[in-house]
Nanobody, 128 residues
Framework: QVQLVESGGGLVQAGDSLRLSCAAS??????MAWFRQASGKERKEREF???????????YYADSLKGRFSISRDNAKNMLYLQMNSLKPEDTAVYYC????????????????????WGKGTLVTVSS
């Protein structure tokens, strides 16, 4: 049974840093990623933040967040992390860990519909 369990969310102030964790179990994945969903947005509007192909550890980022957010992993522990720095109130959202079983073609693309498994999310609230 596949499980993705996020942790590390909470209430922080603008400018603070936070690290989210995702514990994965049950399968070996082709890729994993972080998405976020702001209040009032629908599931299909979840925003891609960062992703990583598991075999080579290559990281992919949304252009708008690259530089402040950093994705990493611990292979031995099957953990995925998201380091978030210089947080802003507009970063307030539920953050989701997601996993994809197989590659689709040669291009690596992270979309909501392209992910096979999702965690339940962890809420990050950034106060001004």
């Amino acid at each position: 049974q596949v499980q993705l369990v996020e942790s590390g969310g909470g209430l922080v102030q603008a400018g603070d840093s936070l690290r989210l964790s995702c514990a994965a179990s049950g399968r070996t994945f082709y890729a994993m990623a972080w998405f976020r969903q702001a209040s009032g947005k629908e599931r299909k509007e979840r925003e891609f933040i960062a992703g990583m192909t598991w075999s080579d550890g290559r990281a992919y980022y949304a252009d708008s967040l690259k530089g402040r957010f950093s994705i990493s992993r611990d292979n031995a522990k099957n953990m995925l992390y998201l380091q978030m720095n210089s947080l802003k109130p507009e970063d307030t959202a539920v953050y989701y860990c997601a996993a994809r079983l197989l590659a689709a073609g040669t291009a690596v693309v992270f979309t909501v519909d392209g992910m096979d498994y999702w965690g339940k999310g962890t809420l990050v609230t950034v106060s001004s």
